[in-house]
């Protein structure tokens, strides 16, 4: 049975999408078997693992709208080795469309069902909003996975978010649990960085992951080759740290 694991963050640009396709891609180091569901319009994901989201024949969402399967949509991610089910600008009018379905927040978890003996982990990038479509992912997951940067401001927005989990559990789904806050785009010489950090750890515990992810620019430049930061440039500081995040979860998942 797969694991099922949103990263979620309704803040804009805090590095849901990096997280989601290099994570994916460290797994895949790994040997694990990764499916990257591209929850987000923008399809970013989908792009930074190097499918065209301008050419496709279907996508997520035909999926929620129950005109084409999870085996139909998914691609591949050659660069990455893992799976791929991709999105693009059309998904923006499924929030609208779905609100007639019946159980609509259970669209994408029915859907995922088909394909769940072939995947060891399902990553969700999700968009940057407590929407209809995160509620999909939060309904489908087993946890989620909150990255954050280390700055002033990280922690507003954090209990909006984490009473939007509590209320899926309570409601939805009782699989739902926080995996962990993963610090990322983390620069050690500033001292703001070290202080939140050291709060996020004194207020989390061990709900923050020991992994931290550092800013580092090869990360950033991946995406424009369709190419994942790991796969890119392996030696960098950040691609190793997201295989090192990628072996952080392979070892969660057991105590799972
Ligand atoms: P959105 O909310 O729009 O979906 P997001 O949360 O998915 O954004 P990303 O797209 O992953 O965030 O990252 C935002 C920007 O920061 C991107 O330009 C990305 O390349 C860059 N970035 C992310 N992580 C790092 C990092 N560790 N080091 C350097 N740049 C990074
Ligand atoms: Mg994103």
């Known amino acids: 049975m797969a694991k099922i694991f949103c990263v979620a963050n309704q803040k804009g640009g805090v590095g849901k999408t990096t997280t989601s396709v290099n994570l994916a891609a460290g797994l895949a180091k790994l040997d694990q078997r990764v499916l990257l569901v591209d929850l987000d319009p923008q399809g970013n994901a989908t792009m930074g693992a190097g499918i065209n989201k301008a050419g496709l ?74 929407s209809m479509l995160t509620l999909n992912g939060l309904c489908a997951a087993h946890g989620v996975i909150i990255p954050m940067q280390c700055e002033y401001y990280a922690l507003e927005g954090l209990s909006d978010l984490v009473n939007t989990i509590k209320k899926v ?14 610090r990322v785009m983390f620069d050690p010489r500033m001292t703001l960085s070290q202080q939140v950090s050291a709060q996020l750890e004194e207020h989390f515990g ?51």
């Open 169 to 182: 559990h309570a409601n939805l789904n009782t699989d739902l649990k926080i995996i962990g806050l993963l």
């Open 57 to 130: 024949k279907s996508s997520i969402y035909e999926v929620l709208l129950g005109e084409a399967d999870v085996n139909t949509a998914r691609m591949r991610s050659e660069a990455g080795r893992f799976d791929v089910l991709p999105s693009n600008r059309e998904l923006a009018g499924a929030e609208v469309e779905m609100v007639q379905l019946e159980q609509r927040e259970r669209r994408l978890k029915d859907a995922l069902a088909a394909v769940d003996s072939e995947y060891d982990f399902v990553l969700i990038d999700c968009p940057p909003a407590l």
């Open 206 to 256: 061990d709900k923050v992951f020991k992994t931290i992810i550092p800013r580092n620019v090869r990360l950033a430049e991946a995406p424009s080759y369709g190419i994942p930061g790991v796969v890119f440039d392996p030696a960098s500081k950040g691609a190793q740290a997201y295989i090192a995040f990628g072996a952080e979860m392979v070892k969660r998942i057991k105590t799972m």
